[in-house]
């Protein structure tokens, strides 16, 4: 098994441009989370979904989106991309809404 | 608000000399604690959970403890292998963690 997987692994955007980071997992999980992690601060979480079709908002959600149309898949969009989205992006998945989350290896995104 | 926070911030080790590390949570309602271990550009890689208070999970050199407001990670005899950054993250809602700011924990030979 690959676990989760995230691509690419970095990338540099241009404000105003817009982006998706992919993310899947071969887990058969139903549950699938996108987090950011800023220097110094714990991990925040954008989005979740808890199986396909279905999404919400986590604590910090303004300026991305999300769509899950399968269980494996579950990118994350960033539309006019802004410096405060610099960051390293983790996706994660886990079976249940309780038990242990398994990441991915991350995506930096750097926003000049 | 809930918070979790995590101390110190840093902690640099002899190898062989054994220390912990705290996890202090006032996140009401908790459903679960769970470690993790970060190494320098990678992801977050789990290590324990824990649901109840008095409870003890233990892996190689890592004992992780907890009470109702705060946990605790300890690394006897550590190595420097041992070197990462151990995150604590609290289970408050269904599919919902919030995670502490970690210990970056450095062991020389």
């Known amino acids: 098994n690959a676990g989760v997987t995230q691509t690419p692994k970095f990338r540099i955007l241009k404000i105003g441009q817009s982006m998706t980071l992919q993310c899947a997992q071969d887990?058969?999980?139903?549950?699938m989370y996108w987090y950011r992690q800023d220097p110094g601060m714990g991990l925040k979480l954008i989005y979740y979904s808890v199986g396909a079709g279905i999404t919400d908002k986590g604590e910090v959600p303004n300026g991305y989106n999300v769509s899950r149309s399968t269980t494996e898949d579950f990118p994350l969009r960033l539309e006019l991309a802004a410096p405060s989205q610099t960051s390293v992006y983790f996706c994660?998945?886990?079976?249940?809404?309780?038990?242990?989350?398994?990441f991915g290896p991350g995506t930096r995104l750097t926003v000049t | 608000e809930d918070q979790v926070t995590q101390s110190p911030e840093a902690l640099r080790l002899q190898e062989g000399e054994s220390s912990s590390l705290n996890c202090s949570y006032t996140v009401s309602g908790l459903r679960g604690l769970f470690w993790y271990r970060q190494d320098p550009g990678k992801g977050p890689e789990f290590l324990f959970t824990?649901?109840?208070a008095g409870e003890e999970k233990e892996k190689e050199r890592l004992k992780a403890t907890l009470t109702k407001k705060e946990s605790f990670l300890h690394i006897t005899a550590p190595k420097p292998e041992d070197s990462a950054t151990y995150l604590c993250?609290?289970?408050?809602?269904?599919?919902?963690?919030?995670f502490g700011a970690g210990t970056q924990v450095v062991v020389t030979p």
């Open positions: 994660a998945s886990s079976y249940s809404g309780s038990t242990e989350q398994y």
């Open positions: 824990l649901y109840s």
């Open positions: 887990m058969n999980h139903n549950y």
């Open positions: 993250a609290v289970h408050y809602s269904w599919g919902k963690l919030q």
